[in-house]
């Protein structure tokens, strides 16, 4: 059994600053690439920036200068620090992560989500 789950969602005023963080636990051999997608109402999920076990980083434009994803992988936590948010950023954020599991191989798993609300 693994369970990704994310702290840090809330609300906040445009132009202000957030993390979010997703820890991974259970059954876990390996952790390779954790991201980190949202989903606002009315919307597809999208890909907002995922990182490498070796600490390589992608971001899609729309966050790009403004989000920064890290990891501990001693930890097995992601973080992503939003910098500069705008209302288009309320969304629900889920942490993603490709695990190889103990007993079961290799899958990704998800968080439940956080919500982030960005006022304008």
């Known amino acids: 059994q693994v369970q990704l789950v994310e702290s840090g969602g809330g609300l906040v005023q445009a132009g202000g600053s957030l993390r979010v963080s997703c820890v991974a636990s259970?059954?876990?051999?390996?952790?390779?690439?954790m991201g980190w997608y949202r989903q606002a109402p009315g919307k597809q999920r999208e890909l907002v920036a995922n990182?490498?076990?070796?600490?390589?980083?992608n971001y899609a434009d729309s966050v790009k200068g403004r989000f920064t994803i890290s990891r501990d992988n001693a930890q097995n936590t992601v973080f992503l620090e939003m910098n500069s948010l705008k209302p288009d950023d309320t969304a629900t954020y889920y942490c993603?992560?490709?695990?190889?599991?103990?007993?079961?191989?290799?899958?990704?798993?998800w968080g439940k989500g956080t919500l982030v609300t960005v006022s304008s």
């Open positions: 993603n992560a490709r695990i190889v599991n103990t007993y079961s191989g290799t899958r990704d798993y």
């Open positions: 990182i490498t076990s070796d600490g390589s980083t």
């Open positions: 259970g059954s876990i051999f390996r952790v390779k690439t």
